[in-house]
């Protein structure tokens, strides 16, 4: 079993996601948990979690007490190894790289902040602290299930087939190859040939050469820590050429 905890305002964001697809399922086959601990509920005056920040300024903080008292709980609520993530638009970029490491802990607790963020002073009681993108959400229960979700997929059984996370975008480092299903053609747009041949070796070729071609064309710079074979580099050399004329057009 691998367990989730999420400290948030907003538990009812949670039980809704809980309940949800591939996290769904997951959590009623008891392969993961998933739990919320409120800061509302370890707050000591009137369940008051935020206050307005030291030195002035716009908008709440929210307080450090409700929080750590949350994150201790959720500790004390599995007894295997722990990592306690925050997440914060300042933290380290989150990347598929990262899962494999972090489903080394048994336990891994997210903190979700509010309002203007969370009192600096929660950088003692947590592990590390992660951003799922340079932009600014209203709250972190949308990276933790994001995280999650990311995660979950990774974990033993809980894909159906589990070859569907062997060639995925990002998890050899490059994107993955276009998908094609029944019709063949749809407003005279048709599948390339070569899927409906029947020959398995011509399409496992096509397929690695449209993953090249798109990772090319779209994401470039993931190229640089990828280890080209003998035929990669002939068909990234084509591609480039193509490019070039593409370019004189
Ligand atoms: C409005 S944001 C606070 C942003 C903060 N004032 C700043 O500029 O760094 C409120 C909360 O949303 C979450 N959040 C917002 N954007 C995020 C991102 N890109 N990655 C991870 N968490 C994010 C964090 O938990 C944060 O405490």
Known sequence: MQYFSIVSLFPEFVETYKHMGVVGKAVGNH?????????????????????????????????????????????????????????????????????????????????????????ERVQHYVDREYSVG??????????????????????PHVLGDPRSLERESHTDGILDYPQYTRPSIFEGNEVPEVLLSGNHKDIEVWRQKERLRRTFL???ELLENYNLTEDENKWFDQFCSENDEGMKD
């Not at 209203?138 to 979700?149: F, K, S, Y």
Request: charged content about 25%; aromatic content about 8%; some cysteine.
């Open 31 to 119: 392969l993961i948990d998933i739990k919320t601990f409120n800061p509302r509920d370890f707050a000591e005056n009137e369940r008051r979690v935020d206050d307005a920040p030291y030195g002035g300024g716009p908008g709440m903080v929210m307080m450090i007490e409700p929080i750590v008292k949350s994150i201790r709980c959720a500790k004390e609520s599995v007894a295997g190894s722990c990592c306690v993530i925050n997440l914060t638009p300042q933290g380290v970029p989150f990347r598929q790289g990262l899962v494999e490491e972090l489903l080394s802990f048994e336990h891994l607790v997210f903190v979700s902040g509010r309002y203007e963020g969370i009192d």
């Open 218 to 220: 779209r994401r470039p």
């Open 134 to 155: 340079d932009f600014i959400l209203t709250g972190g229960e949308i990276p933790a299930a994001l995280m999650i979700d990311v995660i979950v997929r990774n974990i």
